[in-house]
């Protein structure tokens, strides 16, 4: 199992493929797994760069709290390029993956080629409800008391953003259920908190040079968060997926893998990557 120690901390990563670099990170709650519709599609073409944030799937979760953040793991995200000697790429992620890709791109214009936020209110900057403030604070709790079974099933009946297409089968509610139960609580717990605390205020989106696709499901609840992520980034173009929701690579994977690659095309055709 591929790791690397940043700054003290193992993270997991995958790499599948040869070609230019596109790096990959999913949701909060998520693991590098769920990239694995993808990874076919993309590796013919790119260098598919897949990897777990710490505090999820394959990566350590250190115990101290201020040990994470979506900044936090932006700078992970270079730490592995480093890693990996990748001076440039295409960075894309999903929800919280999303805010981490955005802060990257923020924070290190010149090593993104190409930018792609994906079903996310974190890239927004938009401040999370009351309402979706008081499930996360419950799912610490959860958390704290140990039992992934029941922070899985909390966590997945009150995020309306899983009620849609990925869990409506039998087999989907039990492949996001099994993503949840898998988390190091701990790491978890920490991530969400960190989370809570986060401040990006959306007006530094405009400080985003690269080519940007934003790109939501047409039932995806950050969907208008995904609409100010595009207003703000300069040329940044938009697309909705029809039919899908916050998981728009699980709802609708086929229209998902070409609304990305043929963005891909249009930059490398434009800018000669």
């Known amino acids: 199992m591929p790791q690397v120690q940043i700054d003290g901390v193992s993270i997991y990563y995958e790499s599948h493929g040869e070609g230019f670099p596109l790096v990959l990170t999913y949701c909060l709650g998520g693991n590098a797994s769920m990239w694995s519709g ?25 115990p101290q709290s201020e040990q994470y953040g979506v900044q936090r793991s932006a700078e992970d995200l270079r730490g ?9 790429a295409y960075v894309g992620g999903l929800s919280m993956g999303g805010g981490i ?18 079903d996310s209110n974190t890239a927004s ?12 604070e419950k799912t610490i709790e959860l958390c704290e008391a ?14 309306a953003s899983y009620h849609l297409h990925a869990g409506d089968s039998p087999e989907g509610r039990q492949r996001l259920h099994r993503m ?16 809570l605390q986060s401040d990006f205020p959306t007006e530094r989106l405009a400080q985003i040079t690269a080519p940007t696709l934003v790109l939501a499901g047409d039932r995806d609840p950050a969907l208008e968060a995904a609409r100010l992520t595009h207003r703000t980034i300069p040329g940044a173009v938009f697309a909705a997926i029809p039919g899908a929701g916050h998981l728009s690579n699980l709802d609708q994977p086929q229209a998902f893998e070409r609304h990305i690659l043929d963005f891909l095309h249009d930059v490398s055709g434009s800018f000669g990557v």
Not at 40 to 54: E, G, H, L, N, T
Not at 80 to 88: A, G, K, N, S, T
Not at 180 to 195: C, D, E, Q, V
């Open 101 to 118: 890709a955005a802060r990257f791109a923020v924070a290190s214009p010149e090593r993104v080629a190409a930018l792609m936020i994906l």
């Open 80 to 88: 592995l390029l480093d890693h990996l000697e990748v001076e440039q």
């Open 146 to 159: 140990g039992d992934m079974d029941a922070v899985a099933t909390y966590f997945l009946q009150a995020n």
């Open 180 to 195: 949840i139960y898998s988390l190091n609580p701990i790491g978890f717990a920490n991530t969400i908190r960190s989370m």
């Open 38 to 62: 993808q990874i076919p599609a993309f590796a013919k073409q790119y260098r598919c760069i897949v990897w777990d944030p710490r505090g999820h799937g394959g990566s350590e979760s250190p």
């Open 125 to 136: 900057g938009v401040p999370l409800s009351p309402e979706r403030r008081a499930v996360r």
